[in-house]
């Protein structure tokens, strides 16, 4: 039985890198500053020493361009891991990423697989201002032939990356800036993880809080908060935005009754707004109040650091939703 | 001049009250025109009016209770004009202002009949025909309060028969305004104002009553049986939650399933035996019987604590008056029992056959065939049919079969299937369902409730072997249906499995022998031998 190390988000997924290139030499990653510069976010710091020029590939500044060669990689038999700086850049790929990957497969009668993961930064909370604080995980999610992730724990940023390689459809995998430094402990022997399954990472029965990513964290907080008050809420962290795993969160709110998601996204035609409709269609009867939603203001992400944080969901707003949605009964 | 007296709806009815008329004074009334709404202790009833003629006048009140036999209302001859009476002298009711403006923009403004109450003794004298423009118009101050138990909606059944004339409904702006916003088809409404005007408090009544409240606390309140409309609203929103029902219901303990009484015919509508033979056979055609064999078993024990304390007592009120029914039956009816365990295969065959080929709406069930069997039969042992009176037995004017149906609230009542030995098995089918959902709408016409000539229990679907049961006075026999279940059978001289169902029969000793009984019972099994005839 072997130990575990303390460890941080960003170095497990680059231990989930580094395992992926040493297992199969079809794998390269490939994006801008993964090579020398080690990565925008130090992710693949170290790589491009431990695997040579041949596995980790700093390509031009041109997201279109290096997304549609890594798509040509990948039908030709490789499995390149894109990594696009952040989900901002990603829009300049979004014509390769929807209309090329998620489409080939289905347009060549399955004559053409692209087992094509690409890896994104996404949200806010640095100060980087509108054009480079988007999250837009729930846009990708609305998009058939994607498989779409976002791990929030060490666990899941340690185990996600192999079965997305070993899917045959492009996976895209969504890594929040504010978590590369979280840190913990990781056994030395990770154990596997799905890219099928939500999954509860709170037990509780007052409410379900359904969170992703970057939000995850905030919803674990806001349930301490009202745990002090007697108000148990099971947290749900839905690991996989496509395809949605509409059992967990059904099932749990068909306990719970009461529902608040929480998403980093505007709630005008987000993920909320998607997971809310679910439950309406699945749960109506177990529904005792209306599902509330705690998700960024309305408004391109604001530069300034306070009016950032207010523009954001953050804890105390988590918690006034779930006393609004228990109506004044605690419990 | 005749007059319309309060029904006996059973043998054990001894008073009513009627909740709705559904005629006015001048109305042309023919036999069998459905003249009131009448609500006993078992349940509600559309008590028929067998006197053609004229109706005059009014005498109870709506809400009031009286003995059977009381004089409801006079029938005029046909065309008489009803002699006009001065209006009774009603407190005025003081609305607000505004109230009392609209209630003057009426047209027509003549005084309308006050909502009504529980016990007002006084006879109500309704004013035909005469309109004093310019008069203002009374109205009530407020809606009528809600009441815990919904009343009915008003929808007028098809009766088959033509509708008695009247005036058309006239009603002011203000409450075509109201039915409007409110979405009740003002065509459909009865007004209860002179000449059938339809007021306000029509409009209000026949609304759907909106109560705010999350839909799992519906679903709470539906299965506890408690009337939303009767719970206090804690939340701030103003809406009911969970906890609010949960408030409302009180002994948190293990609701009573299956409480029928041992000896009793209590029993549902049967679902299909087998379930993987029948399984084909069920379609929307078995849904509503289905659903109320489904409700029934769940009912809860009399006196169910969860219940608002009204339905509690309605389901005392309706647990004595089976009660005294059965303690009557015991009493006086000297039972013997007999008992023939029938083979259904050529029978199940037959009806999957049937079923394979036929539309989702005919496709049969195995109590229709039992049914049908057991009616049929009648034709051969007629002296099982009919009623015991007078110390003799009274041959019944036809085979109108009894169905004993459980009801949600606890309790059991058995309308008849008029003439059921006629019916073809698919019609016989639609009048059960029929009748089973207009058991649970309370909308059984009284007919049903005294014709019956035997009735038939069947407890199949409860996985009861054999029913032996109490006769339901003044009929003379009970005929009961196990449940359809496969079991080894001689065959041929050797060991087979067949689909076999128990039927028995209770009869009364005064009426007939053994002998009659048992050669009833071969007659049913004979007649289940060939499906095809049935």
Not at chain 1, 296 to 316: D, F, G, N, T
Not at chain 2, 116 to 126: A, C, D, M, S, T
Request: hydrophobic letters at 40%; aromatic letters at 4%.
């Amino acid at each position: 039985m072997s130990g575990t190390t303390k460890t941080t988000y960003r170095e497990a997924m680059r231990a989930a890198l580094r395992d992926a290139l040493t297992r199969d030499e079809r794998v390269f990653l490939m994006g801008e500053d993964v090579g020398r510069y080690g990565g925008c976010y130090a992710v693949s710091l170290g790589l491009l020493e431990e695997f040579g020029p041949e596995r980790i590939r700093d390509t031009p500044l041109s997201e279109s361009a290096f997304v549609g060669a890594g798509i040509g990689a990948a039908v030709a038999g490789l499995r390149p891991i894109v990594e696009i700086m952040t989900v901002n850049f990603s829009l300049l790929a979004l014509d390769q990423i929807m209309n090329n990957a998620a489409t080939l497969p289905h347009m060549s009668g399955g004559q053409l697989r692209v087992p094509l993961v690409i890896r994104m930064t996404t949200g806010a909370g640095r100060q980087l201002a509108a054009q480079h604080s988007h999250s837009l995980e729930g846009w990708y999610a609305h998009i058939p032939g994607l498989r779409v992730l976002a791990p929030a724990t060490l666990e899941d940023a340690r185990g996600m990356l192999a079965p997305a390689l070993e899917c045959p459809d492009p996976v895209l995998i969504f890594e929040h800036g504010a978590l590369y430094g979280v840190a913990g402990e990781l056994p030395d022997e990770p154990e596997p993880v799905d890219i099928a399954h939500a999954a509860i990472r709170r037990a509780g029965s007052d409410v379900t809080l359904v969170a992703y990513g970057g939000t995850l964290g905030k919803a674990l907080s806001a349930a301490d908060e009202l745990a002090v008050s007697g108000v148990e809420a099971e947290v749900v962290d839905l690991r996989v935005l496509r395809p949605l795993d509409d059992a967990a969160v059904v099932g749990s709110v068909r306990r719970t009754h009461r529902a608040v998601i929480v998403d980093e996204g505007w709630r005008s035609g987000s993920l909320s707004a998607e997971i809310t409709t679910r439950l309406v269609e699945q749960a109506f009867y177990d529904l005792d109040a209306p599902v509330a939603r705690v998700c960024s203001a309305e408004v391109p992400v604001p530069y300034a650091r306070h009016l950032e944080e207010a523009a954001l969901p953050q804890v105390p707003d988590v918690v006034a939703a779930v006393r609004t949605v228990l109506g004044g009964e605690d419990g | 001049m005749a007059e319309f007296r309060m029904p006996a709806l059973g043998a054990d009815m001894d008073e009513g009250t009627v909740t709705e008329w559904l005629v006015h004074p001048g109305d042309e009334v023919t036999r069998g025109t459905i003249a009131a709404i009448v609500e006993t202790d078992k349940s509600t009833i559309e008590a028929e009016c067998f006197t053609p003629g004229t109706v005059g006048t009014l005498l109870i009140q709506e809400g009031t209770k009286v003995p059977v036999g009381t004089p409801l209302a006079t029938i005029l001859e046909p065309g008489a004009v009803p002699e006009t009476a001065p209006v009774a002298a009603m407190p005025p009711r003081t609305g607000r202002g505004s109230e009392a403006r609209e209630g003057a923009e009426r047209e027509g403004g003549a005084p309308e009949t006050v909502p009504r109450g529980p016990g007002v003794p006084e006879p109500v004298k309704v004013e035909p025909g005469r309109t004093e423009p310019g008069e203002p118009a009374v109205e009530p101050a407020r809606p009528e309060p809600v009441r815990v138990r919904p009343r009915p909606k008003r929808v007028r059944p098809a009766s088959g028969k033509p509708a008695p004339a009247r005036p058309a409904a006239v009603s002011s702006p203000l409450v075509r305004r109201l039915a409007r916003e409110r979405g009740v088809p003002l065509a459909r409404l009865h007004g209860t104002g002179p000449d059938g005007t339809i007021t306000r408090g029509d409009v209000e009544r026949a609304s759907p009553g909106r109560v705010r409240a999350s839909p799992y606390a519906r679903r709470l309140a539906a299965e506890a049986r408690v009337d939303l409309a009767a719970l206090p609203v804690s939340a701030p929103d103003g809406a009911l939650h969970a906890a609010d029902v949960r408030a409302a219901t009180t002994t948190p303990g293990p609701r009573a399933q299956r409480t029928t009484p041992p000896a009793a015919p209590a029993s549902t509508e049967s679902a299909p035996g087998p379930a993987s033979a029948e399984a084909p056979a069920l379609g929307a055609a078995t849904a509503a019987p289905t659903r109320a064999a489904q409700e029934a078993p769940t009912a809860a024990a009399p006196g169910n604590p969860r219940a608002a304390p009204a339905e509690a007592d309605k389901d005392a009120a309706m647990r004595r008056a089976i009660g005294r029914a059965m303690a009557r039956s015991k009493r006086e009816i000297p039972h013997y029992y007999l008992s023939a365990t029938i083979d259904l295969t050529r029978a199940l065959a037959w009806m999957r056959e049937h079923n394979r080929r036929a539309a989702v709406s005919d496709r049969l069930v195995p109590s229709a065939l039992l049914l049908k069997a057991a009616a049929l039969a009648l034709r051969t042992e007629p002296a099982l049919n009919g009623t015991w009176a007078d110390d003799r037995f009274v041959p019944g004017d036809g085979i109108h079969l009894g169905v004993a149906i459980a009801l949600r609230h606890g309790g059991l009542i058995a309308p008849a299937l008029r003439h059921a030995d006629a019916l073809a098995l698919p019609d016989l089918m639609h009048g059960l369902r029929d009748l089973v959902e207009r058991t649970r709408r309370g909308r059984l016409r009284g007919s049903e409730l005294t014709d019956g000539t035997i009735t038939v229990t069947n407890l199949g679907d409860q996985g009861v072997d054999a029913v032996y049961g109490v006769i339901y006075p003044p009929q003379v026999a009970l005929v009961g249906f196990g449940r359809v279940a496969e079991r080894p059978w001689a065959v041929d001289g050797m060991l087979g499995v067949r689909p076999l169902v128990t039927a028995t029969l209770s009869a009364d000793h005064r009426a007939t022998d053994g002998y009659t009984g048992g050669r009833y019972l071969q007659a049913v099994a004979r007649l289940l031998q060939r499906p095809e005839d049935l």
